[in-house]
């Protein structure tokens, strides 16, 4: 069985600062990992995926996650916080037995960037 | 569509009526999943389907929950006898293939009074 924790259900930043959103996951085959940002009243996007080569993932809106094997972690980063950043994130890890896609997810981090 | 159109998006409802929700998927789209969001469980998976195939049930609470999707598009989640517990945000994603990218829908928030 895979599952996935994230550190901190909320996380308030200053607007410019750095954004640290924590994810480790536990899976027993190499896993596909995922980071999704929902905004009030709308659905799942996609921030970035990791599923096989380069460690250090780039995604949208200036974030990127690094795959740590070794510490089982894909924490999602972005160096300066913008206000529209202001949203709940979640870390997915995909469950690729059989034919199957399913994503397992976090319980969520909600942003909050102030001024 | 652009995306991934799910409908209506709030329903409320009676405790013990049956509901049905909708989801168009995006056009081309072989693969539709079902996830709940709710405040006790977080987002947790219900339901897949990939073409023609049995689909994969095994996230389906209780057996008031079933799915169906007519000529590999559009699908439908009916919940019977809703319970309060079923609140909660119902979401629908579709992707390329069985392993690709899931595009998600809006959703649709269900409030059993």
């Known amino acids: 069985a895979q599952s996935v924790t994230q550190l901190g259900s909320h996380v308030s930043v200053s607007e410019g600062a750095l954004v640290l959103l924590r994810c480790n996951y536990s899976?027993?085959?190499?896993?596909?990992l995922f980071w999704y940002v929902q905004y009030p009243n709308q659905g799942l996007q996609l921030l970035l995926k990791y599923t096989t080569g380069a460690t250090l993932v780039k995604g949208i809106n200036g974030f990127e996650a690094e795959f740590k094997k070794s510490e089982t972690s894909f924490h999602l980063t972005k160096p300066s916080a913008h206000m529209s950043d202001a949203a709940e994130y979640f870390c997915?890890?995909?469950?690729?037995?059989?034919?199957?896609?399913?994503?397992?997810f976090g319980t969520g981090t909600r942003l909050q960037v102030t001024l | 569509g652009a995306g991934v159109s799910q409908s209506p998006s709030n329903k409320v409802t009676e405790k013990g009526k049956d509901v049905e929700l909708r989801c168009d998927p995006i056009?081309?789209?072989?693969?539709l999943y079902w996830y709940r969001q709710s405040l006790g469980q977080g987002l947790e998976f219900l339901i897949y389907f990939q073409g023609n195939s049995a689909p994969d049930k095994s996230g389906l609470p209780s057996d008031r929950f079933s799915a169906e999707r007519t000529g590999g598009s559009v699908s439908t989640l009916t919940i019977q006898r809703t319970q309060q517990e079923d609140s909660a945000v119902y979401l629908c994603?579709?992707?390329?293939?069985?392993?690709?990218?899931?595009?998600f829908g809006a959703g649709t928030r269900l409030s059993v009074l």
């Open positions: 056009s081309g789209h072989t693969a």
């Open positions: 899976s027993s085959v190499p896993p596909y």
């Open positions: 994603a579709s992707s390329r293939t069985a392993l690709g990218i899931q595009y």
């Open positions: 997915a890890v995909s469950d690729l037995t059989g034919t199957a896609s399913k994503l397992t």
